[in-house]
């Protein structure tokens, strides 16, 4: 019961610290988030932290994955369309600590040789999964026309969806979710008429 | 003609260290190129690189600024067009230090009250303009259809355009000209289909 106990506070812990290293990314971004303030707000020495992440790019990989896990759980299960993947960027707009997170860790972590490098070749093979799922399920359904190479579609609509979150973050009137249904709304028209 | 020799020299250092600072971005990356490292290839003090640029930040608008001007006068003039818009992609395969400082540095610089916040924020209206004045040419040529809205399909285009090149940065493999082009083709389609 004791083990529990604390197995249980050790959990507790964890989340508590990925909670308050967005709200710290949110407030002074990615950069400038040093584990330093991070430990003060939860009560840890840097070491403290540290045990329990690692390091600092694990720390912000756990956050990213948490995440993920989530966005595909209430917007893409259990069919993934493009609905839900436009779903999951209106939910961002709610979320800017998380969409600056993203944007600031996985340009540093194009490096080769960055400790969240093979992270994010992964995390960029899985969006790319949903999405092929996406574009083949309305290709099924006769939503967007046959001759459309879905490997094309995928990699646009994910590097518009990247994009935009630097035009959103530089300037918020940018309307995410408007500019990516009209990309679909042309995808469509343009997959019926090759 | 000393002060001539003087200034000549100056203008010289100048562009010796924005040189410098680019090759040790494509090296390391922009978040870990350090001025000590920057200074130590020109031959100065950390103060005495900060004479020419005033701020790492400064350093690398400037860097930025030179790039712009060169693309544009290269690839751009007279006609602006989406073929010029394709050279300076391809053109970009070939200088990956730049992009790579692009992408971290606009990323950093989301942060309101980050010292090249208002850099990006003027660039991002720049870029809209240059491309509104493509699409604007091509509506008038008749290549695009008059339907097509042209403040949605520059922010599309200028989306794509960036996170390509965290795609490409990730994954050399991935084609930006080629993926450009089919978005271009997609617009132009559905262009004539509203």
């Given at each position: 019961m004791v083990a529990r106990g604390r197995y249980a506070k050790g959990v507790a812990k964890r989340e508590e610290i990925l909670q308050v290293a967005l709200d710290v990314v949110a407030e002074v971004g990615y950069r400038k988030a040093s584990n330093r303030e991070i430990a003060a707000r939860v009560g840890l020495t840097q070491p403290g932290l540290m045990?329990?992440?690692?390091s600092r790019e694990e720390l912000y990989m756990e956050v990213l994955r948490a995440r993920d896990e989530r966005d595909l759980g209430e917007f893409m299960d259990p069919d993934p369309s493009f609905a839900g993947f436009l779903s999951i960027i209106e939910h961002n707009v709610s979320v800017p600590g998380l969409v600056r997170l993203f944007v600031e860790f996985s340009a540093e972590a194009?490096?080769?040789?960055?400790?969240a490098h093979e992270y994010f070749v992964e995390r960029y093979a899985w969006a790319r999964g949903v999405l092929t799922g996406v574009i083949d399920r309305a290709q099924k359904s006769g939503?967007?026309?046959?001759?459309?190479d879905p490997k094309i579609a995928v990699d646009i609509v994910l590097a518009a969806a990247d994009g935009l979150q630097v035009q959103w973050l530089l300037?918020?009137?940018?309307?995410m979710v408007e500019r990516l249904s009209r990309l679909w709304d042309g995808i469509r028209l343009a997959s019926r008429r090759d």
């Amino acid at each position: 019961m004791v083990a529990r106990g604390r197995y249980a506070k050790g959990v507790a812990k964890r989340e508590e610290i990925l909670q308050v290293a967005l709200d710290v990314v949110a407030e002074v971004g990615y950069r400038k988030a040093s584990n330093r303030e991070i430990a003060a707000r939860v009560g840890l020495t840097q070491p403290g932290l540290m045990h329990y992440f690692g390091s600092r790019e694990e720390l912000y990989m756990e956050v990213l994955r948490a995440r993920d896990e989530r966005d595909l759980g209430e917007f893409m299960d259990p069919d993934p369309s493009f609905a839900g993947f436009l779903s999951i960027i209106e939910h961002n707009v709610s979320v800017p600590g998380l969409v600056r997170l993203f944007v600031e860790f996985s340009a540093e972590a194009t490096m080769v040789g960055h400790p969240a490098h093979e992270y994010f070749v992964e995390r960029y093979a899985w969006a790319r999964g949903v999405l092929t799922g996406v574009i083949d399920r309305a290709q099924k359904s006769g939503e967007l026309g046959a001759t459309l190479d879905p490997k094309i579609a995928v990699d646009i609509v994910l590097a518009a969806a990247d994009g935009l979150q630097v035009q959103w973050l530089l300037d918020p009137e940018v309307d995410m979710v408007e500019r990516l249904s009209r990309l679909w709304d042309g995808i469509r028209l343009a997959s019926r008429r090759d």
